[in-house]
């Protein structure tokens, strides 16, 4: 269809359904079983080592960028 042209037969819209029934609400009292597990959130134990080495890298590159940027001022 070109932009802006209106379609001439959508048809009718119908409900596609769930995969799976929804579950019944117990009634009164009952004990609800959970089954499962949850997610594992969090971070691993890596994390803490890698974010150092990242800031070893950063902290080297802005010494190496000062003493680069003072020798060339000195020199000119």
Do not use: C
């Amino acid at each position: 269809m070109a932009a802006g042209s209106t379609p001439a037969d959508t048809g009718d819209a119908k409900p596609q359904g769930g995969a799976k029934p929804l579950p019944v609400k117990p009634v009164g009292n009952t004990q609800i079983d959970p089954q499962g597990r949850l997610a594992e959130t969090g971070s691993s134990s890596a994390l803490p080592a890698i974010a150092l080495a990242g800031g070893a890298a950063v902290a080297l590159g802005v010494g190496t960028m000062f003493v680069a940027r003072r020798r060339k001022s000195a020199t000119a």
